[in-house]
T-cell receptor, first 113, second 114 residues
Framework: AQSVTQLGSHVSVSEGALVLLRCNYS??????LFWYVQYPNQGLQLLLK??????LVKGINGFEAEFKKSETSFHLTKPSAHMSDAAEYFC???????????FGKGTTLSVSS | DGGITQSPKYLFRKEGQNVTLSCEQN?????MYWYRQDPGQGLRLIYY???????QKGDIAEGYSVSREKKESFPLTVTSAQKNPTAFYLC?????????????FGQGTRLTVV
């Protein structure tokens, strides 16, 4: 069955430091993968998506993610954290039937000055 | 502006009552979804609809019901059978039901049982 695992429920970085949020997926077929961001009491906003066109995907707000099939990973990175990046981040992939997205449990990113 | 509108933003329910959460989209999307979000649990799929007049149970459908009479509307009813309804509910839509395209989300409804 398809599943998405986010390693680390909380990540703390200093402003200007590298951001790395980890996501691993399980599937026997090439996936479509997504990263979403959620600010408090709001809906989810798409950061970026992988749809087999390129393994390195660039998204909004300076974020990018690299699809690594050998590692079944799709980690999210940003070279330099801003205070405004503090939010909850979700990795998502289609369910086995391809009819809806399934989500990881989320990683809360804290950014300190 | 196109988007997904959920209402109300906050909702309080007495135990034993049914409540209905509204979700409207003007994106002309075929597929719509309801998710429940609890702290540390991520998003869990309640129901989804791929076309008008059709919907399917998700992973946690017990205690919930939906309808899809119009393309733009997908209301969710939380029934008295739902044992622990306090949560943040998110509605989403996608252009079609094949999940190689992203889902767009509303701003959510926070339901509290009092």
């Amino acid at each position: 069955a398809q599943s998405v695992t986010q390693l680390g429920s909380h990540v703390s970085v200093s402003e200007g430091a590298l951001v790395l949020l980890r996501c691993n997926y399980s599937s026997s077929v090439p996936p479509y993968l997504f990263w979403y961001v959620q600010y408090p009491n709001q809906g989810l906003q798409l950061l970026l998506k992988y749809t087999s066109a390129a393994t390195l995907v660039k998204g909004i707000n300076g974020f990018e993610a690299e699809f690594k099939k050998s590692e079944t990973s799709f980690h999210l990175t940003k070279p330099s954290a801003h205070m405004s990046d503090a939010a909850e981040y979700f990795c998502a992939a289609p369910n086995q039937a391809g009819t809806a997205l399934i989500f990881g449990k989320g990683t809360t990113l804290s950014v300190s000055s | 502006d196109g988007g997904i509108t959920q209402s109300p933003k906050y909702l309080f329910r007495k135990e034993g009552q049914n409540v209905t959460l509204s979700c409207e989209q003007n994106l002309n999307h075929d597929a719509m979804y309801w998710y429940r979000q609890d702290p540390g649990q991520g998003l869990r799929l309640i129901y989804y609809s791929q076309i008008v007049n059709d919907f399917q149970k998700g992973d946690i459908a017990e205690g919930y019901s939906v309808s899809r009479e119009k393309k733009e509307s997908f209301p969710l009813t939380v029934t008295s059978a739902q044992k622990n309804p306090t949560a943040f509910y998110l509605c989403a839509s996608s252009i079609h039901s094949q999940m190689n395209t992203e889902a767009f989300f509303g701003q959510g409804t926070r339901l509290t049982v009092v």
